[in-house]
């Protein structure tokens, strides 16, 4: 499986940004996707994750109500929503699949998303 995510940039607070991660390679219905981010001297940490048909996902408590996590499997692509950026939002985001959810076997170059205050 191949991942590419893409979209980041550099915005002001309050603004809004829309991630989108390509996958392409062999996937199953079982499958989930997940974001990722990671800000500099910090760990990496969950963002989102969404099954394969899009009809289930989690999303972080720190971001749920300014995050959206969607899907269009006809295009291979996934989606993270991002409004109301704050200056902590500022990382690295990475996608990633999964074949259960709980361990991550592959991952995107990442897409670095900056938010100026």
């Known amino acids: 499986v191949q991942l590419q995510a893409f979209g980041g940039g550099l915005v002001q607070a309050g603004a809004s940004l829309r991630l989108s991660c390509k996958y392409s390679?062999?996937?199953?219905?079982?499958?989930?996707w997940g974001w990722f981010r990671q800000a500099p001297g910090k760990e990496r940490e969950f963002v989102a994750a969404?099954?394969?048909?899009?009809?289930?996902?989690n999303i972080a408590d720190s971001v749920k109500d300014r995050f959206t996590i969607t899907k269009d499997s006809a295009k291979n692509v996934m989606y993270l929503q991002m409004n109301g950026l704050k200056s902590e939002d500022t990382a690295i985001y990475y996608c990633?699949?999964?074949?259960?959810?709980?361990?991550?076997?592959?991952w995107g170059q990442g897409t670095q998303v900056t938010v100026s205050s």
């Open positions: 990633a699949h999964s074949t259960n959810g709980d361990q991550y076997d592959y």
């Open positions: 969404i099954n394969w048909s899009g009809s289930s996902w």
């Open positions: 390679g062999r996937t199953e219905k079982t499958d989930v």
